[in-house]
């Protein structure tokens, strides 16, 4: 079975910038969640979506907006690029909304904003 | 709010020794605790919860941690490790009734084992 995919794997952007990231959880997973990792740190929660819907936000700026389809895929938009917004962005899919249960993560997308 | 110390950034050991990683969090709410591990190249990996009941839980792979409230501590451990058990180590926590799943997540240790 297809893990948590995430696309593109890695990617350069200039500041000012606009980028879109991309998962596909697993199949039968309804949630999706996004987390950035910065150098030397752990990950920070961005969003979650279960059923199209935004469930939770973590405390990012407003350049971050994520949407959810019908097939339960994802995607991560940030706009305006900062030198700052140079991470690992994780994708990760649950069958449920609630926290008792796994998530399982992608091996995640490296962008390096110049 | 929540946060997680991991009181170490990386461990060196040499194969075959035990090891402890050591996590504390801080929480005004009641918590479940979760260890994920990343091994190079790869995503997180769920590597054991405690959500209720015993306090000592263990993974299939011989690592056990125990949650200990008064000390707010869930330190991880191993008898004896092996050199496939490098990668880094996320301790995590999350509100039990938080409502949705936001995991809080340490900076992580970094374990490095040695032959």
């Known amino acids: 079975d297809a893990g948590v995919t995430q696309s593109p794997t890695h990617l350069i952007k200039t500041r000012g910038q606009h980028v879109t990231l991309r998962c596909s959880p697993i199949?039968?997973?309804?949630?999706v969640s996004w987390y950035q990792q910065v150098l030397g740190q752990g990950p920070q929660f961005i969003f979650q979506y279960y059923e199209k819907e935004e469930r939770g936000r973590g405390n990012f700026p407003d350049r971050f907006s994520a949407r959810q389809f019908p097939n339960y895929s994802s995607e991560l938009n940030v706009n305006a690029l900062l030198l700052g917004d140079s991470a690992l962005y994780l994708c990760?899919?649950?069958?449920?909304?609630?926290?008792?249960?796994?998530?399982?993560f992608g091996e995640g997308s490296r962008l390096t904003v110049l | 709010a929540q946060s997680v110390t991991q009181l170490d950034s990386q461990v060196p050991v040499f194969e075959e020794a035990p090891v402890e990683l050591r996590c504390n969090y801080s929480s005004s709410v009641s918590v479940y605790l979760f260890w994920y591990v990343q091994y190079p190249n790869q995503g997180l990996q769920l590597l054991l919860k405690?959500?209720?009941?015993?306090?000592l839980v263990e993974s299939i792979n011989g690592f056990e941690a125990e949650f200990n409230k008064s000390q707010t501590s869930f330190h991880l451990r191993k008898p004896s490790v092996h050199i496939s058990d490098t990668a880094e180590y996320f301790c995590?926590?999350?509100?039990?009734?938080?409502?949705?799943?936001?995991?809080?997540f340490g900076a992580g240790t970094r374990l490095a084992v040695h032959p």
């Open positions: 990760a899919s649950s069958f449920g909304i609630l926290n008792t249960g796994e998530l399982f």
């Open positions: 995590a926590v999350t509100p039990i009734s938080g409502g949705y799943n936001k995991l809080i």
């Open positions: 405690y959500l209720s009941g015993s306090t």
């Open positions: 199949s039968g997973h309804k949630s």
